[in-house]
């Protein structure tokens, strides 16, 4: 069965710094990947997709994340966190065409200044 | 205004009540989506339709029930509410396709069931 698991529950980094969150997939073909990101009192809000062709992902809000098949992960990553970053993000993986999303457990992202 | 809307926002209910929540979107799109999202195990599929005639099982539908009442309009009643029922509740819609379109998401409704 598919799955996806954020192995991070919670992380605290300070403003400015980097920030790379976890995720592993289960599926047996090339699945449809995606983050979504979770502003305290809002819905989720896509960030990234990845669905085929090159394996590192750029999104929104300077966002990107690399696909890498062998370690079956898709991580996020941005070079610099702002305030504005703190929020809750979610990893999920879709089973190719269906429109069906199976999500992880959610990291919570805390930002210090 | 938002695309896809959900109400009410928050809800207070007593365990045997039967309650709706309504879905709305203006993105028109035919697929809707329930999901219900509790901490530590992020969203899980409640309900989903493809088009107003289609309606399916996700893997947690027991206790819930679905309305497509058109396109734009999809409800979730939970018949007689028991309080593990408490969770945020969101709706989402997404273009019909192979898998790999973007679901959008409404704000969410907070219940809670006493």
């Known amino acids: 069965a598919q799955s996806v698991t954020q192995p991070d529950i919670h992380i605290t980094v300070s403003e400015g710094a980097s920030l790379e969150l976890r995720c592993n997939y289960s599926?047996?073909?090339?699945?449809?990947l995606f983050w979504y990101v979770q502003s305290p009192g809002q819905g989720l809000q896509l960030l990234l997709k990845y669905f085929s062709g090159d394996t590192l992902v750029q999104g929104i809000k300077g966002f990107e994340a690399e696909f890498k098949r062998s370690q079956s992960s898709f991580n996020l990553r941005k070079p610099s966190v702002h305030w504005s970053d703190a929020a809750e993000y979610f990893c999920?993986?879709?089973?190719?065409?269906?429109?069906?999303?199976?999500f992880g457990t959610g990291t919570r992202l805390q930002v210090f200044p | 205004d938002a695309d896809v809307t959900q109400t009410p926002r928050n809800r207070i209910t007593k365990t045997g009540k039967r309650i709706m929540l309504e879905c709305s979107q203006t993105?028109?799109?035919?697929?809707m989506y329930w999901y219900r999202q509790d901490p530590g195990l992020g969203l899980r599929l409640i309900y989903y339709s493809f088009d107003v005639k289609d309606i399916n099982k996700g893997e947690i539908s027991d206790g819930y029930s679905v309305s497509r009442q058109a396109q734009a309009k999809f409800s979730l009643s939970l018949e007689s509410a028991i309080p593990n029922q408490t969770a945020l509740y969101f709706c989402?819609?997404?273009?019909?396709?192979?898998?790999?379109?973007?679901?959008?998401f409404g704000p969410g409704t907070r219940l809670l069931v006493l």
């Open positions: 599926y047996g073909a090339t699945p449809y």
């Open positions: 989402a819609t997404s273009d019909a396709g192979t898998g790999a379109e973007t679901q959008y």
């Open positions: 993105k028109g799109h035919d697929r």
């Open positions: 999920a993986v879709a089973k190719i065409n269906t429109d069906k999303l199976i």
